[in-house]
């Protein structure tokens, strides 16, 4: 499916994997750009759940336009756009190389200092298996993460839950002007993924926690009791 006015909305997982894509759990860029047509496809879905990791100012800039849902915000704020702009307003030169540092640093942030955001994520999907989606911004780096942890924590190759993060390249389009007036180059990589992007975060996690399955179980509180639950509501077959 692809919508307009939201570029990269989608359900998760995209393989051929059994039990993939995942039963009523979307992906998404903001809603807050939402036209009518468009919200009303997505709300027929049956979405009436939305979890929103954006920021404070990037929720009230640009409030979700879906009608009769549930908002749950989860903030992770973006600080890589900061870091970003002072160090353009320090005049130094944003190449793609340096951009592609700061990234992977973004995803070490999110082990660091966001881990009970995503605890939280899981939390509320196993409050309910009511339809979800949960975005960012973009849809590509705080949700991609977050649907990495998800299939990883369903048992899902490791080669599919790259497949699902690396599509952001296939839908989202570069704009033709930065806000924060970047040059191109530097655009080509803050709005695109890479695979050390993940490979960051989950390194991270080995660095704090020994293992992704330590961290799943003491970082994001997924015992096996609860990983089962997951499968059960969420993977098909």
């Known amino acids: 499916m692809r919508f307009a006015s939201s570029s990269n909305f989608r359900r998760v997982g995209v393989g051929s994997v059994p039990g993939l894509p995942l039963r009523k759990l979307y992906r998404s860029d903001h809603l807050g750009a ?3 047509a468009d919200a009303a496809q997505i709300r027929a879905l049956g979405i009436t759940r939305v979890l929103d990791f954006r920021g404070v100012h990037e929720r009230t800039s640009a409030a979700c336009r879906l009608e009769q849902v ?3 915000s989860l903030p992770i704020e973006p600080t890589i756009v900061q870091k970003l702009a002072e160090m353009r307003e320090a ?3 944003l190449t793609g190389d340096l951009v592609a540092v700061h990234m992977q640093d973004t995803y070490r942030g999110f082990v660091r200092h966001n881990t009970e955001r995503f605890a939280e994520f899981f939390q509320h999907l196993l409050a309910s298996d009511e339809p979800t989606v949960f975005h960012c911004t ?3 780096d705080r949700t991609g993460f977050a649907a990495a942890l998800l299939l990883k924590a369903l048992g899902v190759p490791d080669e ?3 497949r699902d993060y690396l599509l ?3 839908r989202l ?3 033709e002007a930065s806000r924060l007036g970047l040059p191109r180059e530097a655009m080509e990589v803050l709005w695109r993924v890479q695979p050390a992007f993940l ?3 989950l390194d991270e996690v080995d660095a704090r926690y020994g293992s992704l399955e330590t961290y799943l179980r003491e970082g994001l509180r997924l015992r096996d009791a609860e990983r089962a639950a997951l499968r059960q509501l969420y993977r098909e077959g």
């Open 138 to 140: 973009a849809g590509k």
């Open 34 to 36: 939402l036209d009518a």
């Open 199 to 201: 490979q960051a975060a």
């Open 168 to 170: 952001t390249n296939d």
């Open 173 to 175: 389009v570069l704009p």
């Open 91 to 93: 005049g130094e030169r």
């Open 70 to 72: 549930t908002v749950h």
């Open 160 to 162: 599919e839950v790259m």
